[in-house]
């Protein structure tokens, strides 16, 4: 199975700031990676699909790069909003995994 | 306005069954790939099982493998899972998802778009 490793695991930052989250594959998964935001009592929301795609809908903020086995999901000036938990995901081969989520919190 | 909203969950004995089901509307269900993830209380997010549109490809997790069998109804536009032999590990909430494709060379990669809002399956004697 394919590990996927995000980090950090807890992220502190103000609005406005830049912050990125960085996920680490255990084996090449091309760019078949997928990036979700939840917020506590709700379903993820898919954010980036291929690690670049930005999903329909999803603010210009959120952008994502990298290939191989290292990807990273920026936002380029946090929002209220965007407090919340995020996920990566490989759908590169099953079984699916994720990684083990970043809590971005308000500093 | 596309929507999944699944049904089923609740509280059970360990060792029993129990069928989740996922009501799909607003799009053409029978060309989409279907998946459940689970998420158990204040832990990470697993996925569950995989079936193709026409259900003629099917994964699992290892952890439910033997135990859980996921089918759908496209006609009803319905996905299911059958979960046996039920153990605490179990406990979480279960979200029914689509899964959309991105075709490169022979081969289709699906990534999850659309969840529903979940529903809750408790393992408690």
């Known amino acids: 199975d394919i590990q996927m490793t995000q980090s950090p695991s807890t992220l502190s930052a103000s609005v406005g700031d830049r912050v990125s989250i960085t996920c680490r594959a255990s084996?090449?998964?091309?760019?078949?990676l997928a990036w979700y935001q939840q917020k506590p009592g709700k379903a993820p929301k898919l954010l980036m699909y291929?690690?670049?795609s930005l999903e329909s809908g999803v603010p210009s903020r959120f952008s994502g790069s990298g290939s191989g086995t290292e990807f990273t999901l920026t936002i380029s000036s946090l929002q209220p909003d965007d407090f919340a938990t995020y996920y990566c995901?490989?759908?590169?081969?099953?079984?699916?995994?994720f990684g083990q989520g970043t809590k971005l919190e308000i500093k | 306005e596309v929507q999944l909203v699944e049904s089923g969950g609740g509280l059970i004995q360990p060792g029993g069954s129990l069928r989740l089901s996922c009501e799909a509307s607003?799009?053409?269900?029978?060309?989409?790939?279907m998946n459940w993830v689970r998420q158990a209380p204040g832990k990470g997010l697993e996925w569950v099982s995989y079936?193709?549109?026409?259900?003629?490809?099917?994964y699992y997790a290892d952890s439910v493998k033997g135990r859980f069998t996921i089918s759908r109804d496209n006609a009803r536009n319905s996905l299911y899972l059958q979960m046996s032999s039920l153990r605490a590990e179990d406990t979480a909430v279960y979200f029914c998802?689509?899964?959309?494709?991105?075709?490169?060379?022979?081969?289709?990669?699906?990534?999850?778009?659309?969840w529903g809002r979940g529903t809750t399956v408790t393992v408690s004697s």
């Open positions: 291929k690690a670049s």
């Open positions: 607003g799009f053409t269900f029978s060309v989409y790939s």
């Open positions: 084996q090449s998964i091309s760019s078949w």
């Open positions: 079936i193709s549109s026409g259900t003629s490809d099917r």
């Open positions: 995901q490989q759908y590169n081969s099953f079984p699916y995994t």
């Open positions: 998802v689509r899964g959309s494709s991105t075709q490169y060379s022979h081969y289709y990669y699906y990534y999850m778009d659309v």
